[in-house]
T-cell receptor, first 112, second 117 residues
Framework: KQEVTQIPAALSVPEGENLVLNCSFT??????LQWFRQDPGKGLTSLLL?????REQTSGRLNASLDKSSGRSTLYIAASQPGDSATYLC???????????FGAGTTVTVRA | EAGVAQSPRYKIIEKRQSVAFWCNPI?????LYWYQQILGQGPKLLIQ????????DSQLPKDRFSAERLKGVDSTLKIQPAKLEDSAVYLC???????????????FGPGTRLLVL
């Protein structure tokens, strides 16, 4: 059974600092890995999707890396802003059934 | 493009009562998912539909939860009777084709927040 772990559970940084969010998974037989953002009282918004054959994906200030063999992904957010405050969830898609397994998330607070 | 719609947004009920949630996926999305997200945890898949057929309901507590997608478009998730531990956010998501590159992204609705007292 795939286990997805996100550390830390919560993070508070001053505005302008770079953010580093970690995700680890136990089964490397994945189809892809996705990072989501969840704002309070709202659904999930997909930020980045990395196929299993890729090493990283970038979108604006966001960069996500994937090391499938070691079961790790890292989400970098450059020059954080208060609007980046949210919970960030990592999820892996199994290669056998294409189902998402989520981590519990990292709640980020960016202080102005 | 309209997103995934869910209603109601919030619901408070007493234990042993019944409740129903509604989801309308993105137009043209054949696959529909219901997830349960308990506070402090990631979403857990309850049931997956492909058109109007069930693909996976292995984690659906079938003694109290039921779901249907009769015409292959919108869907209803029901809990009867509700327990305290059912307090959670119920998320609906839809996608085109799971496992097909470029078409597998799941789009999530805003969720229904359920509190069982």
């Amino acid at each position: 059974k795939q286990e997805v772990t996100q550390i830390p559970a919560a993070l508070s940084v001053p505005e302008g600092e770079n953010l580093v969010l970690n995700c680890s998974f136990t089964d490397s037989a994945i189809y892809n890995l996705q990072w989501f953002r969840q704002d309070p009282g709202k659904g999930l918004t997909s930020l980045l999707l990395i196929q299993s054959s890729q090493r990283e994906q970038t979108s604006g200030r966001l960069n996500a890396s994937l090391d499938k063999s070691s079961g790790r992904s890292t989400l970098y957010i450059a020059a954080s802003q208060p609007g980046d405050s949210a919970t960030y969830l990592c999820a892996v898609v199994h290669i056998n059934d294409y189902k998402l397994s989520f981590g519990a998330g990292t709640t980020v607070t960016v202080r102005a | 493009e309209a997103g995934v719609a869910q209603s109601p947004r919030y619901k408070i009920i007493e234990k042993r009562q019944s409740v129903a949630f509604w989801c309308n996926p993105i137009s043209g999305h054949a696959t529909l998912y219901w997830y349960q997200q308990i506070l402090g945890q990631g979403p857990k898949l309850l049931i997956q539909f492909q058109n109007n057929g069930v693909v996976d309901d292995s984690q659906l507590p079938k003694d109290r939860f039921s779901a249907e997608r009769l015409k292959g478009v919108d869907s209803t998730l029901k809990i009867q009777p509700a327990k305290l531990e059912d307090s959670a956010v119920y998320l609906c998501a839809s996608s085109l084709v799971p496992g097909l590159a470029g078409q597998e992204t799941q789009y999530f609705g805003p969720g229904t927040r359920l509190l069982v007292l």
